[in-house]
Nanobody, 121 residues
Framework: VQLQAFGGGLVQAGGYLRLSCAAS????????MVWFRQPPGKERDFVAA????????YYADSVKARFTISRDNAKNTVYLQMNSLKPEDTAVYYC???????????????WGQGTQVTVSS
């Protein structure tokens, strides 16, 4: 499985960004797609996950009501719409995939190159 995240950048607090993650290789549509983030010097933390038919979504408490995860199985792409961004959202954002929406990064085998999100105050 190959995963490529992009769409990061520098944004002011209160702003928004939309991240994308393109997947290739093993079947994309049958698995959960998951976003994690890793702030400088910290562990990789769960952000959001979405089931194969978009019927199940899960969010970390810190991003609920601000972030929205979605997917387009026809394009093998998962998205993360991030609104009302805060400086504490600054991190490298990664996407991954797995059979269940585990919240520990240790549960996942495949990781793509992350994309940097920086939120200035």
């Amino acid at each position: 499985v190959q995963l490529q995240a992009f769409g990061g950048g520098l944004v002011q607090a209160g702003g928004y960004l939309r991240l994308s993650c393109a997947a290739s290789g093993r079947t994309f549509s049958s698995k959960y797609m998951v976003w994690f983030r890793q702030p400088p010097g910290k562990e990789r933390d769960f952000v959001a996950a979405i089931g194969w038919n978009s019927g199940s979504t899960y969010y970390a408490d810190s991003v609920k009501a601000r972030f929205t995860i979605s997917r387009d199985n026809a394009k093998n792409t998962v998205y993360l719409q991030m609104n009302s961004l805060k400086p504490e959202d600054t991190a490298v954002y990664y996407c991954t995939t797995g059979p269940i929406p585990a919240t520990s990064h240790r549960a996942y085998e495949y990781w793509g190159q992350g994309t940097q999100v920086t939120v200035s105050s």
